[in-house]
């Protein structure tokens, strides 16, 4: 399950995208759980105040932490 805050790369575009939930709703499908996430895109062909949806099997969890590149890029973003 996503949090506020996590990070992740998008799956579902040719090409995976840093983003930052900015919101998660969890919801129950039959007997399963599933999100719907609001994202901020970190990186891509987006306009600063883009925000992205998607359920949480078209994305998956990235540590921008173990990526130093990545979390150079995020710090950039963030500023």
């Known amino acids: 399950m996503y949090d506020r805050g996590d990070h992740v790369l998008l799956t579902d575009l040719p090409r995976p995208f840093l ?4 919101d998660a709703e969890t919801f129950s499908v039959g007997s399963n759980r599933s999100q719907m996430l609001k994202l901020a895109p970190l990186e891509g062909p987006w306009p600063s105040d883009t925000m992205l949806i998607r359920l949480d099997h078209c994305v998956t969890p990235c540590d921008v932490r173990s990526r ?12």
């Open 19 to 22: 983003c930052r939930v900015l």
């Open 68 to 79: 130093p590149r990545v979390l150079r890029d995020v710090r950039r973003a963030a500023a």
